[in-house]
């Protein structure tokens, strides 16, 4: 058994997405899709697809922080609206 998925189309198949989204997961900058060519092939190795949908799992899950700036101008916002409301 080999440890290579090869062709967009088994790539897709193995992700359950379509060949569309793995070819733009593959271009896009940040943590692309780790694959590969050889002789034209495209190739993705079954190792680095797990690593790589398991830092995908783990952003997902993460909670956004909000960064407040001026929280007395957020405030004063906040009150106004309650007074309005």
Do not use: H
């Not at 593959?26 to 790589?52: T, Y």
């Amino acid at each position: 058994m080999s440890n290579f998925v090869e062709t967009w189309k088994g790539i897709a198949t193995a992700l359950g997405r379509s060949e569309r989204w793995c070819r733009y997961m593959a271009r896009r900058g940040q943590d692309p899709l780790p694959v590969f060519k050889v002789g034209g092939i495209v190739r993705l190795n079954a190792s680095d697809l797990e690593d790589w949908l398991s830092r995908q799992r783990e952003r997902s899950m993460r909670v956004p922080t909000v960064v407040v700036e001026n929280p007395i101008a957020i405030a004063a916002d906040e009150t106004a609206l309650r007074l309005i409301a």
